[in-house]
């Protein structure tokens, strides 16, 4: 695999124009690479964003994105920290001015073609709004950082030019959609969450075989990871398990960094919490449990977690998956971030955050955290294709579970239902497959075998190979190219 990288990448700019063997893609996206060389984008400004080796990991936000900012209305972006909106913004927009708040409250104020230069935040607004009076398009970026009392000078100016703004916080939002808010109705909201599994998968099709690019797929959702060295060198949980030190302690940074802007204290609650989701404890009564044998609540009542929980899926670091057909229980918690979830299980588990543990003792782990962020990452874009939402199931009496269910939008019945199996599915491995998606009462019966199967199938049930995987994702980013051209 090494030496397949090293050839695609040598040099950078060759690639730049065949990023993906579809004609349809190549034909939405060969205007915003043209203007990667424009920008240079492979320069210190611009490296290790959404940059892999000479490509641009693809996302259908690029081609929405693109048309609303053609509209010149003004536009508040923002989600999680790290997941790329700042880069798109930056290649999208065609801004005059870009602005980034500090959290000393100066400004880092760009001008463009100019070197960007350090001010008050006085006279930045000063001049950030005599471009808007100009018609200019202007950026303003960590905006949660920017203090209230200048939000009704910018939308006395509404709407004269084009204001966007970036911020790296979800309750952000609520602030300036508030009933007090200047703001309120004058920006768009748009939210950007993690990227898709399909889109990044359709970006590494070009680079790795269909297997791989799944596999591989799951990490590089975390836009940033495309930074760190030896990706795609080696099997994905190998490069976890030769980075865990490093993993934690950049994940943990982050982490650290979406409880400053969301301005909220990361006590040992919260990350007793977020090292046990990781681990796999997945249910409020027990999460409660354990918290209260540490001494971290009160209470063992799950109603004292269940407000963490909330808060932290508020934060956009928690996801709630329906339970689907399974005794007491209605709510999976779990990491949004694939790459979270296993880092903090592996904090928990082997305490990869206090000391160096030798790779050959936590390789087991790694694969097996590595396994179920993988089924959560598929169920998520296999009910994107289904037109359903993503669920679990979890049989009684210790039969296991069912990795992948999809129900219909208002979860009244089950459209589909998967196993997942990175190794090669056996015979026995299909009929239980099948079994089990009949026992729940799903329509469709499938199994994704991402090593091949070594049998048929029985009557009734779907095969997803990695190929069949591939052209799901594919047929997922020709969806959202259409919907984004309407």
């Given at each position: 695999?090494a030496?397949?990288?090293h050839q695609?990448?040598?040099?950078a700019?060759?690639v730049?124009?065949?990023?993906?063997?579809?004609?349809?893609?190549?034909k939405q996206?060969?205007?915003?690479?043209?203007?990667?060389?424009?920008?240079?984008?492979?320069?210190?400004?611009?490296?290790?964003?959404?940059?892999?080796?000479?490509?641009?990991?693809?996302?259908?936000?690029?081609?929405?994105?693109?048309?609303?900012?053609?509209?010149?209305?003004?536009?508040?972006?923002?989600?999680?920290?790290?997941?790329?909106?700042?880069?798109?913004?930056?290649l999208?927009?065609?801004?005059?001015?870009?602005?980034?708040?500090?959290?000393?409250?100066t400004?880092?104020?760009?001008?463009?073609?100019?070197?960007?230069?350090?001010?008050?935040i006085?006279?930045a607004?000063?001049?950030i709004?005599?471009?808007?009076?100009?018609?200019?398009?202007?950026?303003?970026?960590?905006f949660?950082?920017?203090?209230e009392?200048?939000?009704?000078?910018?939308?006395?100016?509404?709407?004269?030019?084009?204001?966007?703004?970036?911020?790296?916080?979800l309750?952000?939002?609520?602030?300036?959609?508030?009933?007090?808010s200047?703001?309120?109705?004058?920006?768009a909201?748009?939210?950007?969450?993690?990227?898709?599994?399909?889109?990044?998968?359709?970006?590494?099709?070009?680079?790795?075989?269909?297997?791989?690019?799944?596999?591989?797929?799951?990490?590089?959702?975390?836009?940033?990871?495309?930074?760190m060295?030896?990706v795609?060198?080696?099997?994905?949980?190998d490069w976890?398990t030769?980075n865990?030190?490093?993993?934690?302690?950049?994940a943990?940074?982050?982490?650290?960094?979406?409880?400053?802007?969301?301005?909220?204290?990361?006590?040992?609650?919260?990350?007793?919490v977020?090292r046990?989701?990781g681990?796999?404890v997945?249910?409020s009564k027990s999460?409660?449990?354990?918290?209260?044998?540490?001494?971290?609540?009160?209470?063992?009542?799950?109603s004292?977690?269940?407000?963490?929980?909330?808060?932290?899926?508020?934060?956009?670091?928690?996801?709630?998956?329906?339970?689907?057909?399974?005794?007491?229980k209605?709510?999976?918690?779990?990491?949004?971030?694939?790459l979270?979830?296993?880092v903090?299980?592996l904090?928990?588990?082997?305490a990869?955050?206090?000391?160096?543990v030798?790779?050959g003792?936590?390789?087991?782990t790694?694969?097996a955290?590595?396994?179920?962020?993988?089924q959560?990452?598929l169920a998520?874009?296999?009910?994107?294709y289904?037109d359903?939402?993503?669920?679990?199931?979890?049989?009684?009496?210790g039969?296991?579970?069912?990795d992948?269910?999809?129900l219909?939008?208002r979860?009244?019945?089950?459209?589909?239902a998967y196993?997942?199996k990175?190794?090669?599915?056996?015979?026995?491995?299909?009929?239980?497959?099948?079994?089990?998606?009949?026992?729940?009462?799903?329509?469709?019966?499938?199994?994704?075998?991402?090593?091949g199967?070594?049998?048929?199938p029985?009557?009734?049930?779907?095969?997803?190979?990695p190929?069949?995987?591939?052209e799901?994702?594919?047929q997922?980013a020709?969806?959202?190219?259409k919907?984004?051209?309407?």
């Amino acid at each position: 695999m090494a030496h397949r990288l090293h050839q695609a990448t040598t040099p950078a700019t060759t690639v730049l124009f065949k990023p993906f063997p579809y004609k349809w893609l190549q034909k939405q996206t060969l205007p915003l690479y043209g203007r990667v060389l424009k920008k240079q984008l492979f320069s210190s400004e611009y490296s290790g964003w959404n940059i892999l080796a000479g490509i641009i990991l693809w996302r259908r936000e690029f081609l929405g994105l693109r048309r609303f900012l053609r509209s010149g209305s003004w536009l508040l972006l923002y989600g999680r920290r790290k997941t790329g909106k700042s880069f798109m913004t930056r290649l999208l927009a065609e801004w005059s001015i870009y602005s980034i708040v500090a959290r000393d409250s100066t400004i880092v104020f760009e001008e463009r073609g100019s070197e960007p230069r350090l001010l008050s935040i006085e006279e930045a607004i000063r001049a950030i709004a005599g471009r808007l009076r100009r018609g200019d398009v202007v950026v303003i970026d960590e905006f949660q950082r920017l203090p209230e009392s200048l939000w009704e000078m910018l939308a006395s100016i509404h709407p004269n030019g084009q204001l966007i703004l970036v911020a790296s916080s979800l309750g952000v939002v609520e602030r300036v959609f508030s009933r007090h808010s200047p703001l309120l109705g004058l920006a768009a909201p748009w939210r950007i969450d993690l990227l898709h599994l399909s889109d990044v998968v359709v970006s590494l099709l070009p680079r790795l075989s269909a297997r791989e690019a799944v596999l591989w797929a799951l990490l590089l959702r975390e836009p940033w990871l495309t930074s760190m060295p030896g990706v795609l060198g080696e099997a994905p949980w190998d490069w976890i398990t030769s980075n865990a030190r490093l993993l934690y302690s950049v994940a943990s940074g982050l982490v650290g960094e979406v409880f400053t802007e969301e301005e909220r204290k990361l006590t040992r609650l919260y990350d007793a919490v977020l090292r046990l989701l990781g681990d796999g404890v997945w249910d409020s009564k027990s999460l409660a449990a354990l918290l209260y044998q540490r001494g971290l609540i009160e209470s063992p009542s799950p109603s004292t977690v269940t407000g963490v929980l909330d808060k932290l899926a508020s934060m956009g670091l928690v996801t709630k998956t329906r339970l689907w057909m399974t005794r007491g229980k209605r709510i999976y918690y779990r990491h949004s971030s694939p790459l979270l979830a296993i880092v903090y299980g592996l904090a928990e588990s082997h305490a990869v955050d206090e000391y160096p543990v030798p790779p050959g003792t936590m390789r087991d782990t790694v694969l097996a955290l590595y396994a179920r962020e993988l089924q959560f990452s598929l169920a998520e874009m296999l009910a994107e294709y289904h037109d359903g939402v993503p669920a679990y199931t979890i049989l009684p009496q210790g039969e296991g579970d069912v990795d992948i269910v999809v129900l219909d939008k208002r979860a009244r019945y089950a459209i589909a239902a998967y196993e997942v199996k990175m190794g090669t599915c056996s015979r026995s491995d299909l009929i239980a497959a099948y079994e089990r998606a009949r026992k729940i009462g799903a329509a469709l019966a499938g199994a994704v075998c991402l090593s091949g199967a070594d049998a048929a199938p029985p009557p009734g049930l779907r095969i997803l190979e990695p190929e069949d995987v591939a052209e799901v994702a594919e047929q997922l980013a020709r969806r959202a190219s259409k919907k984004a051209a309407q």
